[in-house]
């Protein structure tokens, strides 16, 4: 059941100014200043990606449909990998507890640790409709015991799921009665304490919670707030929010549907919560916009506190132009400062205090620009990409076509570089990719020395059905893991 709340409205008589006052009222703080345009960020380097592991079958051309990757998610500390695919199983990785080190640091490994069934496949009766088993998001909650617990979430119905180990047992030789046949058998001598034995080690995953009935169309987003108590919910038209505690009811914050359908101009693509302002949101929508919520100005927050979002061109616009400028991801950087945004072709940084534009933007694919009538007949143009900050915000990562990734440093003037996704020997370094417009000779990139430093790639020869779409980033360390079908990929730094 699903709450509406009366939004607290401004009186009809209040004027103008007085409705100024009241903005400026709410009016957000940071910090620091607004970046300027023409202020630098002090340079960081490139990273040089090298590859650690990839799980999945690599061998196989064929692959069922269940076993593609759907999301892909660290937890706080980096210590657990979560994945879920579109068979509604989340598999769960450990990092290497072994205590073996490589190249002067603790080993960078993930393997195996729980894999359970969070969603089934499911039919709503009363509008005929199926609703597939397909995990759309995960969300790590911050650990407060000896057990993790986690938010997964299909189309309709978010879970939350608790992962605990357990490592000792009762002793078989310690029971008063046998464990078979109690009834017929009278107890005589003396009276044990049962004892507890080591016994192998087996993690279980338990269902917790399930939040369920509140939502109309298909859910694209969760997020846990930074009080841990509560957590957003988000579908193409609203926005819920729910307490960990209370499963039977949630409030609606944001809802954009229009009274007639036939009006519908927008949908919500991605909302996320900010890092440490429990009362701050964003919301991003098809039409490249970004809003900015605050929570204790409103209960009902259609009205936004801050719109970020660039004019456009309109010499540039074409029938695509819409499409592209559709906002697939937004992701609060670690410190709260910046937004970070994925349209079609590029990845934008925003500053919370500068809403007019963004202040860094990267292009992703530009060569796609010639190709967008192939890439809407063939249904990729709508693909969903994920952006990813780095622990310490400096560094920012995408996905692409071709298992093809991009890892932007902030502040520095070279090119970003494009790595492949492929199989090689552990801790290789990875060579990274040129992708050639297809007009275009293949450059000469030998070195100095004579050696081959990229591989060309021609825009013709890019497989659209190989696909990075989820990327994650550890916390603290540069380890990255990206979903590319039905593999998943671990890279790092050392």
Known sequence: MVMEVDEPAVAATTSQNEQQEHQNDVEMDTSEGPIEHDQTFEPVDQINWKFNQVKGNIDADVHTEADVISCVEFSHDGEYLATGDKGGRVVIFQR??????VKGVRSREYNVYSTFQSHEPEFDYLKSLEIDEK???IRWLK???????ILSTNDKTIKLWKISERERKIGDDAWNLPRSNRINTSFKGKLQIPSIVPMELIVEASPRRVYGNAHTYHVNSISVNSDQETFLSADDLRVNLWNLEITNESF???DIKPANMEELTEVIT?????????NWF??????????????????LCDAYAKIFEEPEDPQSRSFFSEIIASVSDVKFSHNGRYLLTRDYLTVKVWDLNM??????????H???RTKLCALYENDSIFDKFECEWSGDDKHILTGSYHNLFRSYARGNQGEAKTWEARPQEPHATLRSRFVVPSAKRKRNNLSSSGETTEEDLSSDQLQFDRKILHTAWHPKDNIIALAATNNLYIFSDV
């Open 96 to 101: 290497d507890q072994s205590g073996k080190y």
């Open 270 to 278: 991605a909302a996320e919560f900010h890092p440490t302002q429990c």
């Open 143 to 149: 650990k407060k015991n000896a057990a993790n617990f």
């Open 355 to 364: 809403e007019s534009q963004p202040v860094e933007t990267y292009p992703v």
């Open 252 to 254: 609606n914050i944001v």
């Open 282 to 299: 964003v919301y991003s929508s098809s039409k490249g916009s970004i809003r900015l919520c605050d929570m204790r100005d409103r209960a």
């Open 366 to 368: 530009n060569y796609l």
């Open 135 to 137: 995990i759309n998001q």
